[in-house]
């Protein structure tokens, strides 16, 4: 237990709503567990908004702190969650570990100041709107679903053989990988309405869609011999 380090939960709820009855609250609190001890942990929101006060019972209930912030701004839960996350770095110095649940770019300035006093971060987000220049900041960073989905994949993987089949072959691996790639690209391109993007955001964005994602699992030393790979064989 001494190795455990020191936790807070800083939790945007306007930017990961997870659906009612999926046991989110309960997962996130297990998976940071598994390595930390929960020093403190708040939700910020407008809790009156309908999706969003459903669930307030059940984070009061996991010992979160609920910071109302009415829906006055845009911004304002934005604003009053990196103030407090500022505030905690002073007030509490012995929490070694920050879990921030949101995908939103404007912590950035944050994740700075938290990386300045040696703070370990993760973020949890929802990879359908996350930001890149967010995660890349980072320590580690993963997507709800992910770890809603943890247990049951688990169980998935114990029956599993590890024979070798034509599916799951080096070749057949490296496709999936490739159509991936071009995936994350395609919905980036989209979303940001540009002509190109950044190779490490492409990264970051293929984490998110497929955890598993590793090219050196697949053969390559570094990621741009994957990304010439891929363009060899898509051309």
């Known amino acids: 237990m001494s190795g455990l380090l020191n936790t807070a939960i800083l939790w945007d709820i306007e930017n990961v709503t997870p659906p009612a009855g999926s046991g989110y ?28 006060k459903n669930i307030a019972g059940d984070l009061a209930a996991n010992s979160f702190e609920l910071i109302h912030v009415p829906k006055s701004r845009k911004d304002s839960s934005d604003m009053s969650m990196v103030a407090h996350g500022v505030e905690l770095i002073f007030q509490y110095p012995h929490v070694e570990r920050y879990v921030l649940i949101t995908g939103d770019a404007d912590f950035r300035p944050l994740l700075l100041s938290l990386r300045k006093y040696g703070k370990q971060t993760l973020i949890i987000c929802d990879a359908k709107n996350a930001s890149e220049d967010l995660l890349k900041m980072a320590d580690d960073y993963r997507d709800y679903r992910e770890i809603i989905d943890d247990d049951e994949e688990a169980e998935s993987r114990s029956d599993d053989g590890e024979t070798e089949t034509p599916e799951n072959s080096l070749a057949a691996r490296r496709r999936l990988a490739f159509e991936l790639l071009e995936e994350a690209v395609r919905s980036m391109l989209k979303e940001k309405n540009r002509d190109s993007v950044a190779l490490g955001a492409v990264k970051i964005r293929m984490k998110l869609m497929n955890s598993s994602f590793d090219e050196r699992k697949l053969g390559y030393r570094m990621w741009k011999f994957f990304v010439n790979d891929a363009v060899e064989h898509t051309a």
Do not use: D, H, L, V
């Not at 609250?25 to 001890?37: D, L, M, P, V």
């Open 25 to 52: 609250i309960q997962s996130i609190i297990e998976t940071i567990e598994e390595g930390g001890k929960i020093s403190y942990a708040m939700a910020f929101g407008n809790w009156n908004r309908p999706g969003i």
